[in-house]
C-alpha cells in the first residue's frame, strides 16, 4: 500500500481517527463518544484526559486495517474555544471550560467592543478570579490543540486558526502585549506560534506505544476544526462558503482580511488554515 496519513478529529462529544492515502481517499476510520459535563445551567466542562483517551481508542481501532510502518504523518483538527490551565510538568488543573460555556469574568465584558466574547479570555479569567490558587501554578493556557500536541510529541504550540481565541492580534498574527497586560495573561502564558502545515515535532516513544503507531512518525501543524472542514470541502477561495453540522452549526465564508462586528449579533473571523485568507463564521451552538 501508499503511504498514508493519520488525522485526529478533537470534536465536542467525540474523537474520530481517520486514515487517508496521498490522494485524499478515506482509507479506513473509527469514532469514540465521551461525556459533557453540565452541571447547571451555562456550565460546560470536560476532562482533557477523555480526548487523548479517546483518539488512542481509534487509532489503535483504525490501525488494525493498515500496516503503521506505511504512515508517513500525523496532523489533527480540533474544536475551538474550549480552554483550561496546566502545570510545568503539564498536568491539568482545572477542567477545561467548553466553547458552551457561558461563565466570564466581567473585565472581558467591559472590553466587549475590543474582543469578541467567542474568545477564550472570558473563560480564562473566570478560572483566574474564581480559581485563583491553581491559577499561581498554571505554566501555559491550552486550548486541546496544545494539550494534544503534548502528548504526541512533548511540545507546547498552536497555531492562529486556535490562537485566535486567545489574546492573538489579528493583524499580525502574533500574541498581542496590550490583551496581554489589559488582562494580566503574559505572553509567557501562551503556546508557541506556529503555522499550520509545519512538521512540529516526531511521535514520542510512549504515544507511538498507545496509538499502535511507529515512534518517530513527523507530527504536522493542523488546525480549528471548521477551518479545517473548509479545506477539506475545498472552500478555500475568496466568496466560497461551507455549512457542516456537528453539535453546533457553523457557516464560514471565505475573505482575503478579517471582519469583526462586536454586539449582540456579532461577526467573527477566523484565521484560515490557507495562508492569506479569513473565515467569516457564524454559529448556532447545541444543534446537534
Not at 500525523?74 to 496546566?86: D, H
Not at 504550540?157 to 502574533?174: E, M, S
Amino acid at each position: 500500500m501508499s503511504d498514508l496519513m493519520c488525522v485526529f478529529d478533537v470534536g465536542t462529544t467525540g474523537a474520530r481517527t481517520v486514515i487517508f492515502d496521498v490522494n485524499g481517499r478515506e482509507v479506513a476510520r473509527a469514532y469514540e463518544l465521551y461525556p459533557v459535563s453540565e452541571q447547571s445551567v451555562g456550565i460546560s466542562e470536560q476532562d482533557p484526559i477523555i480526548w487523548w483517551n479517546a483518539i488512542r481508542k481509534t487509532c489503535n481501532s483504525v490501525v488494525q486495517s493498515v500496516n503503521p510502518e506505511n504512515i508517513v504523518g500525523i496532523s489533527a483538527a480540533f474544536l475551538r474555544g474550549t480552554i483550561t490551565i496546566i502545570d510545568k510538568k503539564g498536568e491539568v488543573l482545572h477542567p477545561a471550560l467548553t466553547w458552551m460555556d457561558e461563565r466570564e469574568e466581567t473585565t472581558a465584558i467591559d472590553w466587549k467592543k475590543e474582543i469578541n466574547l467567542r474568545r477564550s479570555i472570558p473563560k480564562i479569567l473566570w478560572i483566574k478570579k474564581n480559581k485563583p490558587d491553581l491559577f499561581r501554578k498554571a505554566d501555559k493556557i491550552v486550548h486541546p490543540d496544545t494539550f494534544i500536541y503534548m502528548k504526541l510529541c512533548e511540545v507546547c504550540v498552536t497555531d492562529p486558526t486556535n490562537g485566535i481565541l486567545g489574546i492573538l492580534n489579528k493583524n499580525t498574527l502574533k500574541w498581542d502585549d496590550e490583551l496581554a497586560e489589559v488582562f494580566d495573561l503574559p505572553i509567557e502564558l501562551w503556546p508557541e506560534l506556529h503555522v499550520p502545515g509545519e512538521i512540529i515535532g516526531e511521535l514520542i516513544h510512549s504515544a507511538a506505544e498507545a496509538l499502535g503507531l511507529k515512534k518517530n512518525t513527523p507530527v504536522i501543524l493542523g488546525g480549528g476544526d471548521q477551518q479545517c472542514s473548509a479545506l477539506g470541502l475545498g472552500v478555500i477561495n475568496k466568496g466560497q462558503a461551507k455549512v457542516t453540522t456537528g453539535t453546533g452549526t457553523f457557516v464560514d465564508y471565505v475573505v482575503d482580511k478579517p471582519i469583526e462586528i462586536s454586539g449582540d449579533f456579532p461577526i467573527f473571523s477566523y484565521p484560515s488554515v490557507i495562508k492569506g485568507k479569513w473565515n467569516i463564521e457564524g454559529v448556532t451552538p447545541g444543534t446537534g
